[in-house]
């Protein structure tokens, strides 16, 4: 499936990915990939991108994307979970994950996005948002 799929090519996608050298198409996908989601905003992203870049356990700004997560005034907050080179939000209601790594499998930065219950209309909508070369993957 690529960003220029028709109407009538609703397929339900489980996982989408983007894979870039250049730290502003991440964000850009990141960013994307937050927006459909109340307990998640833009802000985030960027702390997230640096998070991931310099590693959770040596960032200085891991209590701050801590804080930023905790702090959403609705009814759930999202969960982050770390990796070395990685941050994981996950959304309260849905537990859509959405993923941002830096320096995996010889790539400068993925950002992924894993639909437990697959969506049509959520990857759609972040695809127009950031139309980024995402790869369907499942």
Known sequence: MTNDSKPGDEVMISKMRIETGFRADALRALTAAMRPFGSLHGQMAEVALDVAQEGPEKSARTLQLLLMAFSYQGDNHADIAFTTHGVTFI???????????????????????????GSFSRAAEIRSIAPVKWEVIA
């Not at 959304?91 to 219950?117: A, H, M, Y």
């Open 91 to 117: 959304t309260p209601t849905s537990k859509t994950e959405i993923t941002v790594l830096n320096g995996w499998d010889s790539r400068d930065w993925q950002v992924i996005i894993t639909f437990p219950g």
